[in-house]
């Protein structure tokens, strides 16, 4: 069984461009929630999505935003990236009803903004 | 203060010692707690989860908990090279509404041989 898939691996961006970062849930996964790894900082939550609707945001700015597909596939935008939105951007999917302790991760994005 | 406190390390033991990773949180709504193991250029996997007070063991793994403390344990026994990793804590409240994961900022492990 396939697991949580992103794409790209590694993204470079110059300051002030948009970033898109893609996530494929696991099979019969309908939530699907996004974490930002910045150097030294541990994960934070971004947002979290279940059946199309956004259930929840993190304390980030309106910058980052993102939706979910019918597929229940994933993206997160981010608009006028800054330097410090470099981090590891991680997606997890979990089962329709599930707990966070069934929620598995992808391999994470690499942002590196320039 | 963050809502939990993770020692980032670096810990460096050799092979077949007992590692002690720690964690603290300041919230009592936090009722779950995790730990997970991320290898350098991976995803974080899950190692455990417990609910309650006490020790939980899955193998060499033994997760501790003391809620009145408000302090969390992962020990790991006879520790391997392939234990090398950072070990994030993580916890979130018994609430379904939020499903957000607060995690420490990870304490990386290096197992010598």
């Known amino acids: 069984e396939a697991g949580v898939t992103q794409s790209p691996t590694h993204l470079i961006k110059t300051r002030g461009q948009q970033a898109t970062l893609r996530c494929s849930p696991i099979s019969g996964h309908t939530s699907v929630y996004w974490y930002q790894q910045a150097l030294g900082l541990g994960l934070q939550f971004l947002l979290w999505y279940d059946e199309g609707e956004e259930r929840n945001r993190g304390n980030f700015p309106p910058r980052f935003s993102g939706r979910q597909f019918p597929n229940y596939s994933s993206e997160l935008n981010v608009n006028a990236l800054e330097l410090e939105d470099s981090a590891l951007y991680l997606c997890a999917s979990s089962p329709p009803g599930g707990a966070n302790t069934e929620a598995f991760f992808g391999q994470g994005t690499r942002l590196t903004v320039v | 203060q963050k809502e939990v406190e993770q020692d980032p390390g670096p810990l460096s033991v050799p092979e077949g010692a007992i590692v002690s990773l720690n964690c603290t949180y300041s919230?009592?709504?936090?009722?779950?707690f995790m730990w997970y193991r991320q290898y350098s250029r991976k995803g974080p996997e899950l190692l455990m989860y417990t609910y309650s007070s006490g020790n939980k063991e899955d193998g060499r793994f033994t997760a501790q908990v003391d809620k009145s403390s408000k302090y969390i344990s992962l020990f790991i026994r006879d520790s391997q090279p392939s234990d090398s990793a950072t070990y994030l804590c993580?916890?979130?409240?018994?609430?379904?509404?939020?499903?957000?994961?607060?995690f420490g900022s990870g304490t990386q492990l290096t197992v010598l041989p």
């Open positions: 993580a916890t979130f409240p018994f609430s379904g509404s939020a499903r957000q994961l607060t």
């Open positions: 919230n009592s709504a936090f009722q779950y």
